[in-house]
């Protein structure tokens, strides 16, 4: 089992900036060599969209084109978490910003892919 937390959206002007973290715990999250932590996001009425992902082995990341150049995804190995930096950001961000884990097989880009997904944290972006 691998649980997720994530934590910092919250209500910002367009052009600033937010930081998302997701912690994750559990046994099965080291497990896999080649395991990856996505970013999604919903919005009201839509559909829950790929924004970024990670994977461990190879390194790699992957972004959204509606994202790229304004977000990076980063981890913390040693604190066992997984950051969204937002910059810029536009009214077109506001959603539901959700982390999900999978355990092997490295990024993909479908919700289903993903084995565990977190609570989620509301990100506001107003014009």
């Known amino acids: 089992q691998v649980q997720l937390v994530e934590s910092g959206g919250g209500l910002v002007q367009a052009g600033g900036s937010l930081r998302l973290s997701c912690v994750a715990s559990?046994?099965?999250?080291?497990?896999?060599?080649?395991?990856?932590m996505g970013w999604f996001r919903q919005a009201p009425g839509k559909e829950r969209d790929f924004v970024a992902a990670?994977?461990?082995?190879?390194?790699?990341?992957d972004y959204a084109d509606s994202v790229k150049g304004r977000f990076a995804i980063l981890r913390d190995n040693a604190k066992n978490t997984v950051y969204l930096q937002m910059n810029s950001l536009k009214p077109e961000d506001t959603a539901v910003y959700y982390c999900?884990?999978?355990?092997?097989?490295?990024?993909?880009?479908?919700?289903?892919?993903?084995?565990?997904w977190g609570q989620g944290t509301q990100v506001t972006v107003s014009s």
């Open positions: 559990g046994r099965a999250f080291s497990a896999f060599s080649n395991r990856a």
């Open positions: 990670i994977s461990w082995s190879p390194s790699s990341t």
């Open positions: 999900a884990f999978r355990s092997s097989g490295g990024i993909r880009y479908y919700t289903g892919s993903y084995n565990y």
